[in-house]
T-cell receptor, first 114, second 116 residues
């Protein structure tokens, strides 16, 4: 499984875009990039995922570099409720129907400041 | 849509006591997982079950046992609780996936366990 590297913490002003980077330089061709967030001590919550194209949903945008070695999660207009720990992980999908076993790191603690 | 349900939400045990943490999912997922999270740390995998009838050790399996009772349920047992097992425990499930129409893991809300 490819490992990821994220900054331990970031601040963002309320209403501004929050850009959270992730390095996954050892990612392989069948691995997707997933982002989750954990608010307080709740269970992690799915945000977005992608393979090689940029993705957008109602929560965020995901920008993946052309070489796929890094990505950025963008929260376009951060609110105080976006204060959380954000995890970037990679997940492999095996054509034979294999399972996923992924290691979560310590993520990035995003503090949205009023 | 319940997703992943964990019980109990809170538990206090005395050293040496045993208990079972329950987890059930209603999404027909094949794979299920148990993680622990200690203060200031990420999630560490204890055990996982790739499919019904199989279980495997993760990063930190010592002191724990698991049972995949059926496709829906995956329990975690502490036979003789120790203070080092004080943690928040999360259960998760996933679908063996192909393609992009897959949301990876779905997590439960956690069990906060204190061993005194």
């Amino acid at each position: 499984d490819a490992k990821t590297t994220q900054p331990p913490s970031m601040d963002c002003a309320e209403g501004r875009a929050a850009n959270l980077p992730c390095n996954h330089s050892t990612i392989s061709g069948n691995e997707y990039v997933y982002w989750y967030r954990q608010i307080h001590s709740q269970g992690p919550q799915y945000i977005i995922h992608g393979l090689k194209n940029n993705e957008t949903n109602e929560m965020a945008s995901l920008i993946i570099t052309e070489d796929r070695k890094s990505s950025t999660l963008i929260l376009p207009h951060a609110t105080l409720r976006d204060t959380a720990v954000y995890y970037c992980i990679v997940i492999s999908y095996m054509n034979s129907g294999g399972y996923q076993k992924v290691t979560f790191g310590t993520g990035t603690k995003l503090q949205v400041i009023p | 849509n319940a997703g992943v349900t964990q019980t109990p939400k809170f538990q206090v045990l005395k050293t040496g006591q045993s208990m079972t943490l329950q987890c059930a999912q209603d999404m027909n997922h094949n794979s299920m997982y148990w993680y622990r999270q200690d203060p200031g740390m990420g999630l560490r995998l204890i055990y996982y079950s790739a499919s019904e009838g199989t279980t495997d050790k993760g990063e930190v399996p010592n002191g724990y046992n698991v049972s995949r009772l059926n496709k829906r349920e995956f329990s975690l047992r502490l036979e003789s609780a120790a203070p080092s097992q004080t943690s928040v425990y999360f259960c998760a499930s996933s679908e063996r996936g192909q393609g992009v129409a897959n949301y990876g893991y779905t997590f439960g809300s956690g069990t906060r366990l204190t061993v005194v």
